[in-house]
């Protein structure tokens, strides 16, 4: 299984902070952001890893990771996104990283408490299809919303005024190696961008979409000024990636 953390973006919603720096730069307690979710891909077994970077402080990630072997990872790669276009455009850069296996993407901006380890277990049990990270918050109109019945995901609605649940999708997806076909025939939303609640939801489609609900806390920390302080507090106070899930 190979890995895939999207560190790229504007990170507008903490501006002026992320003016001459990349969001993924920024200190959340005593590392730089992007630490915690290559951390949470090693603790998963994963040491074949892709960063995926824009705008002006690329290169920046270079000199701060190096080849990973911080990490003990094997191989750290990097890939550029020429413009904002889309988390699933974004995915779709690493294909020649990743086709042909199976892999776990991660949003460079998302901590967690716990560890991946059996959802990877959970996902390579599966025949085929997705794996997606659920977790219940408070303001699920900003995310995707996912309505469960039965065991079953039902809907996914990407931030709907009237959400049907607090169970929303976190920055945390399990593909197997169809991804990226499937990434190829998407068309742009209305904002212009390709979105990965749409490779969700095609997977959903054909019945091959399951989860895993997080446990321990969550934090979006490039959400808002709010969220960036709430994850310091939660990092200092609790760690992170330790929880045995």
């Not at 705008?55 to 094997?74: I, P, V």
């Not at 931030?159 to 990226?180: H, M």
């Amino acid at each position: 299984m190979k890995g895939v953390i999207l560190v790229g973006g504007s990170g507008s919603r903490l501006d002026p902070l992320t003016r001459v720096a990349n969001k993924h730069l920024l200190p959340i307690y005593d590392k730089p952001m992007v630490y915690y979710p290559i951390q949470a891909l090693v603790n998963a077994g994963i040491t074949d890893i892709m960063l995926v970077t824009g705008g002006n402080n690329a290169g920046d990630f270079l000199r701060l990771l190096g080849n990973g072997s911080e990490f003990g990872l094997k191989r750290l790669h990097y890939t550029y996104q020429d413009r904002p276009a889309g988390i699933a455009h974004a995915l779709g850069l690493t294909r020649d990283f990743a086709e042909g296996d199976s892999l776990l993407l991660m949003l460079g901006d998302n901590i967690i408490e716990g560890n991946l380890v059996a959802a990877r277990q959970n996902f390579e049990a599966q025949d085929q299809g997705a794996r997606v990270m659920l977790t219940r918050v408070e303001n699920p109109s900003s995310y995707g919303v996912v309505e469960i019945e039965d065991g079953r995901i039902q809907t996914i609605t990407e931030k709907p005024a009237r959400p049907k649940s607090n169970l929303v999708q976190t920055g945390i997806y399990f593909y197997d190696e169809r991804v990226f076909e499937i990434v190829a025939n998407l068309r742009p939303s209305g904002r212009g961008e390709l979105e990965i609640t749409d490779v969700n939801n095609y997977y959903l489609q054909e019945g091959n979409l399951e989860y895993d609900i997080l446990e321990g806390f969550w934090a979006d920390c490039g959400e808002s000024f709010e969220m960036y302080l709430e994850s310091q507090t939660l990092v200092a106070e609790h760690g992170a990636n330790k929880l045995d899930t």
